[in-house]
T-cell receptor, first 112, second 114 residues
Framework: DQQVKQNSPSLSVQEGRISILNCDYT??????FLWYKKYPAEGPTFLIS?????DKNEDGRFTVFLNKSAKHLSLHIVPSQPGDSAVYFC???????????FGKGTTLSVSS | KAGVTQTPRYLIKTRGQQVTLSCSPI?????VSWYQQTPGQGLQFLFE???????NKGNFPGRFSGRQFSNSRSEMNVSTLELGDSALYLC?????????????FGEGSRLTVL
């Protein structure tokens, strides 16, 4: 039973355009939602997060939107840059002491 | 501040053997989690240790085990290796206190089972 779903395995975007990565979840007990970025041969690195009490969080070119009623979140990257090409993982966790659960990832390719 | 260190980085084993992977968390971090990454399956949660106790466990068979020492360093062991155990094994540590879910990952141990 997959609690965090990223239904698009890949996304291709041109440099300067917006990248939108989507994520759905099934567990209504999740409190925090995070996005991680992973380059080949490196461990994932934290990108941005959002608490369940908010619906938007922004950090520079990265914005995460949360729609609790739809159990859906998205990551917007504006403008997209070639260096953004990586695998993006959506993750979620519940109350203190629970594990961080990841989706399968979306590979973003930004062409110049 | 040193990051999460995993050893070995690469290893090759044959079916039926066992393997032990090591993880040194960031200094001061008491929580250590282990994940398996395979193509098409993303990051699958194995287990989490906090203060030498297994706090959470994923849906993996009993061949996968782990432990945490008093200095927060952690090891995971896979016994009776199968071809399907070939994967990147990632360790991550966290402060845990804020419960924001932010983990700091190592570069992983790439296991190949022949």
């Amino acid at each position: 039973d997959q609690q965090v779903k990223q239904n698009s395995p890949s996304l291709s975007v041109q440099e300067g355009r917006i990248s939108i990565l989507n994520c759905d979840y099934t567990n209504s007990m999740f409190d925090y939602f995070l996005w991680y970025k992973k380059y080949p041969a490196e461990g994932p690195t934290f990108l941005i997060s959002i608490s369940s009490i908010k619906d938007k969080n922004e950090d520079g070119r990265f914005t995460v939107f949360l729609n609790k009623s739809a159990k859906h979140l998205s990551l917007h990257i504006v403008p997209s840059q070639p260096g953004d090409s990586a695998v993006y993982f959506c993750a979620a966790k519940g109350q203190a002491g629970t594990a961080l659960i990841f989706g399968k990832g979306t590979t973003l390719s930004v062409s110049s | 501040k040193a990051g999460v260190t995993q050893t070995p980085r690469y290893l090759i084993k044959t079916r039926g053997q066992q393997v032990t992977l090591s993880c040194s968390p960031i200094s001061g971090h008491r929580s250590v989690s282990w994940y398996q990454q395979t193509p098409g399956q993303g990051l699958q949660f194995l287990f989490e240790y906090f203060s030498e106790t297994q706090r959470n466990k994923g849906n993996f068979p009993g061949r996968f085990s782990g432990r945490q020492f008093s200095n927060s360093r952690s090891e995971m062991n896979v016994s009776t290796l199968e071809l399907g155990d070939s994967a990147l094994y990632l360790c991550a540590s966290s402060l845990d206190s804020a419960n924001t879910g932010e983990l700091f990952f190592g570069e992983g141990s790439r296991l190949t089972v022949l």
